[in-house]
């Protein structure tokens, strides 16, 4: 098999992938001079391991048999038409987006941020911070979403003995199916943490009336996709004249952000730069779901993860 590779592994990825695909030839896109190499190179593959841009290449590559994208997001390939089964890593970042969701709630709370540019200044003024900080203890949480990262980030919660509420259409363990019952409980909600795929069906779900529903003191947190909200501006504006207490957002509606773009500047808002998946073993893992599938892939039992475009995840 000749597997093209569009990822940016280390070196010790590279000899883990060489090692562990014996008899298997790899073509690593960095390790070529120019996209005309890189492209080329693609369409002789048989197999694909990674997230190719642009996507209009892989419309040409009718060579592949099976496409391993690196994300859990596919919304980039969704109108690509190619015969080549896709698999992606559908829970393997759960975990860390979850806890990244939750330490930006807690930054907020309990001052990071504050602190953090007050040691810059070597600036000690504790005492005046104190009545300000809030904890997490209690809060009134709505999620949206009731997917893999929405269960975990349900369980640290639980933890806090916060009270928790799920959005979803369709889940059972949902209590808020629709959006007119998702606007009437936002103004009770301290918290609301927004982790749903990218569909049709999210795309503009958050609204700039459910924004200005928010109660003074709510975090808004997504962990999700960037275009859930129908209006960013106005997530903008709520935060730049706090009407609202802050939000974590690791992801926005354009990436990367563009500098001079107004959420660098809105107070109490924490920017993880869709960084939210990552953690020290990342392409670790990433290469041994892939070697676990090839070894699949060639006895031709059924790959994990496969894609279903038509339901959106």
Not at 82 to 105: F, H, K, L
Not at 131 to 150: D, E, F, W
Request: hydrophobic share 40%; aromatic share 8%; with cysteine.
């Amino acid at each position: 098999m000749l597997i093209f590779v569009d990822a940016p592994l280390a070196e010790r990825h590279k000899s883990t992938l060489a090692a562990g695909a014996a008899g298997d030839s790899f073509i690593f896109r960095d390790e070529l001079p120019g996209e005309s190499e890189q492209r080329e190179a693609l369409l002789k593959a048989d197999i694909l391991l990674g997230n190719p841009k642009p996507v209009e290449w892989l419309e040409k590559a009718v060579n592949l048999q099976w496409i391993q994208l690196y994300s859990t997001g596919f919304e980039y390939y969704r109108h690509i038409k190619i015969p080549a089964v896709v698999t992606n890593m559908q829970d393997y970042y759960s975990q860390p987006c979850a806890e990244t969701a939750i330490a930006g709630i807690l930054s907020l709370y309990r001052g990071a941020g504050e602190f953090a540019a007050l040691k810059n200044k070597q600036q000690w003024v504790g005492h005046i911070i104190r009545p300000a900080l809030q904890t997490l203890q209690n809060k009134h949480v709505i999620i949206l979403g009731a997917g893999n990262i929405a269960r975990r980030i349900e369980k640290i919660l639980q933890g806090f003995d916060c009270t928790i509420r799920l959005y979803a259409r369709r889940s059972p363990n949902a209590v808020i199916r629709t959006t007119t019952e998702l606007e009437a409980a936002l103004p009770a909600a301290d918290i609301v943490i927004a982790c749903l795929p990218g569909t049709e069906e999210t795309k503009g779900l958050f609204t700039r009336e459910m924004i200005a529903a928010l109660k003074h003191n709510a975090i808004f947190c997504n962990v999700g996709r960037g275009n859930l909200l129908a209006d960013e501006q106005a997530l903008t504006e709520a935060l730049m004249h706090r009407r609202i207490g802050g939000a974590v957002l690791d992801v926005t509606q354009e990436e990367p952000l563009p500098a001079g773009h107004p959420l660098w500047s809105c107070p109490n808002t924490v920017l993880s730069q869709h960084s939210g998946g990552g953690s020290t073993s990342e392409y670790e893992g990433i290469v041994a779901c892939f070697l676990e599938n090839l070894a699949a892939f060639k006895n031709g039992i059924p790959l994990k993860n496969i894609v279903r475009f038509d339901k959106g995840y």
